[in-house]
């Protein structure tokens, strides 16, 4: 049989989102918000559908997430100078305020999950990890142009 490393990278995934959810509540943000404010802190001016590559999930997704970040006062659309149907997103100042809690919350999960490996061990699943995205990249790049897999 083949080894099923998606159920644990799944459950990994969910048993952090499900603590950053609870904890996050605190400064304000709802489920999940707070990857939206990260990777449009570190990519200012980026536009929705980079957005959508960078976090893997759908523009109608991507649409309602920042909606309602805005609406929260976090993120900030701007129309492009040249052309006014681009909008750039920034975080505004208290999106930046709020970068560090969610920034240190994420490095402490990193040091968890890390817990009793080495920095080459560290290192090697990091490698692997990214290979794995790699190869599922031009899968979801060919489902969300409206490919179907083959399988």
């Known amino acids: 049989t083949m080894i099923d490393i998606l159920r644990e990278v799944g459950m990994i995934e969910r048993a952090l989102d499900s603590m950053s959810n609870i904890e996050f509540k605190q400064i304000g943000l709802a ?9 449009i802190y570190e ?9 959508s590559n960078l976090i893997k999930v759908d523009r109608t997704t991507i649409a309602r997430a ?11 659309r701007r129309s492009d100078p040249q052309n006014k149907k681009i909008k750039h997103l920034f975080v ?9 809690f969610i920034i240190r919350e994420n490095q402490h999960s990193n ?16 490698d692997y990890l990214v290979r794995v995205r790699h190869n599922i990249d031009g899968d979801w790049n060919l489902v969300k142009h409206g490919g179907k897999r083959e399988y």
């Open 43 to 51: 990519h200012p001016g980026i536009i929705s559908e980079q957005l």
């Open 92 to 100: 505004t100042e208290k999106g930046k305020e709020i970068y560090p």
């Open 31 to 39: 489920r999940g918000q707070y990857l939206y404010v990260v990777r």
């Open 66 to 76: 920042v909606k309602k970040l805005e609406q929260k006062g976090f993120i900030e």
């Open 111 to 126: 040091a968890v999950a890390l817990r009793g490996f080495t920095d080459e061990e560290a290192q090697q699943v990091h």
